[in-house]
């Protein structure tokens, strides 16, 4: 399989549930990306990782939690949502410091 | 702060027809620009990457030219299809080496049949 991959594509959950969102890149890319899409908004960058150290936290709330093991794999732990928080989470990777990245599908997220 | 601005929000046009979308963004200084396409519920894929020290890239019908003095790009559409109907989002890079994407709205384009 090739490209970015993200699962799962559809997630509903209640506020008081925990989840991970996974992706996984098969680029050979040492950077990853976590964004939040919200209808009528940019996109928003919410976590930066490069060479599995995160670079960059866009004042995100803790009740999301990224996790880089490797630089192939990233995830988005979640827990105590809000229903403002449903929105479409796209992972992306990248060569470090040439701002061109690749998307994966994304995850939509209710929360109910 | 970086912004960037895509408009219109939407358009709708005829199948066969010529378009132009615009973007412009607040600092000239970039490394580079992107275009991406990005079907209902989907992810991205990226269209054209223009350097800063480039002027244009074109891709089969997609032409991207970049004035980076005036802050402004735009994704040139050649007899458009009904295929091309999505949202087209543009993402420029702030120069020194950041990986972070500064994205717009998108303008959401419906080619009619």
């Known amino acids: 399989e090739t490209g970015v991959t993200q699962t799962p594509r559809h997630l509903v959950m209640g506020m008081t549930n925990k989840k991970s969102l996974k992706c996984e890149q098969h680029?050979?890319?040492?950077?990853m990306y976590w964004y939040k899409q919200s209808a009528k908004k940019p996109l928003e960058l919410m976590f930066v990782?490069?060479?599995?150290?995160?670079?960059e936290n866009n004042s995100v709330p803790s009740r999301f939690s990224p996790e880089c093991p490797n630089s192939s794999h990233l995830f988005l732990h979640l827990h105590t949502l809000q229903p403002e928080d449903s929105a479409l989470y796209l992972c992306?990777?990248?060569?470090?410091?040439?701002?061109?990245?690749?998307f994966g599908p994304g995850t939509r997220l209710t929360v109910t | 702060k970086q912004e960037v601005t895509q408009i219109p929000a939407a358009l709708s046009v005829p199948e066969g027809e010529n378009l132009v979308l615009n973007c412009s963004f607040t600092?000239?200084?970039?490394?580079?620009l992107q275009w991406f396409r990005q079907d209902p519920g989907k992810g991205l894929t990226s269209l054209l990457l223009?350097?800063?020290?480039?002027r244009e890239q074109t891709s089969g019908r997609l032409n991207a030219s970049l004035d980076k003095s005036s802050g402004r790009s735009t994704l040139y559409i050649a007899a458009s299809q009904p295929g091309d109907s999505a949202t087209y989002l543009c993402?420029?890079?702030?120069?020194?080496?950041?990986?972070?994407?500064?994205f717009g709205k998108g303008t959401k384009l419906t080619v009619n049949p």
């Open positions: 992306a990777s990248g060569p470090r410091y040439v701002g061109e990245q690749y």
């Open positions: 680029l050979g890319h040492n950077a």
């Open positions: 990782y490069s060479l599995e150290e995160r670079v």
């Open positions: 600092d000239s200084a970039i490394y580079n």
């Open positions: 223009i350097q800063s020290s480039q």
């Open positions: 993402a420029v890079t702030t120069q020194g080496g950041s990986e972070k994407l500064v």
